[in-house]
């Protein structure tokens, strides 16, 4: 009896060992997985921060252009004649870029050509970013997203994702893999207040 009952108590041993070993693997993979795809969010949030930043170099250029116009003319209220009735527009103060823009402005900012750096410029940083173990990365990136001209900001979407294979996966006889994922909105106003 006592030998069946010793063969009993070290079957159950053996099976809880297991179970222990078995859910350790699996905290294990979660946390792995968990810092993996925080890793991915942090690239995808500073790749769409890089691509807006593209943006924002052009913005300013065009606004610096519109500067330069408004300073080439200056506006005399009476031109120095004495013609009370003449007017100025008044002008945003030199820090409201958006407000300079006009909409051919805008219309350049949206355009393919400013697509293909705004893309290029999320490329970049997300390969300076990327681990070379994420080589696998597939990249969206929607330039303008959900665009609207009248709109007050120009929005970037951009997503990541990779996929991951489970290293508990060939030891349970399974041959799949989970795909992480991250996106990043970012947005920058292109209208002001004048």
């Not at 795809?37 to 691509?51: T, Y």
Request: hydrophobic content about 45%.
């Amino acid at each position: 009896m006592k030998r069946r009952t010793r063969g009993q108590v070290l079957v159950m041993v053996v099976f809880l060992i297991m179970g222990i070993l078995l859910m350790f693997a699996l905290i294990v993979e979660v946390g792995r997985l968990t810092q993996t795809h925080a890793q991915l969010q942090g690239v995808a949030d500073s790749a769409a921060k890089a691509g807006m930043m593209a943006v924002a170099d052009r913005m300013v250029t065009l606004a610096a252009a519109q500067q330069t116009k408004a300073a080439e003319s200056p506006c005399t209220p009476d031109a120095g004649y004495g013609t009370p009735a003449a007017t100025c527009t008044a002008t945003p103060p030199p820090e409201n870029v958006p407000a300079w823009l006009d909409d051919g402005d805008r219309a350049t900012l949206v355009a393919p050509p400013m697509q293909t750096q705004v893309a290029q410029a999320v490329r970049r940083q997300m390969q300076r970013n990327l681990p070379a173990e994420h080589s696998e990365v597939q990249v969206k990136v929607l330039y303008p997203y959900h665009y609207n001209p009248l709109a007050k900001n120009l929005h970037l979407w951009v997503q990541l994702q990779q996929p991951m294979s489970w290293l508990l996966a060939p030891w349970l006889g399974w041959h799949g893999s989970v795909r992480l994922q991250a996106e990043s909105e970012q947005r920058l106003p292109q209208r002001g207040e004048p």
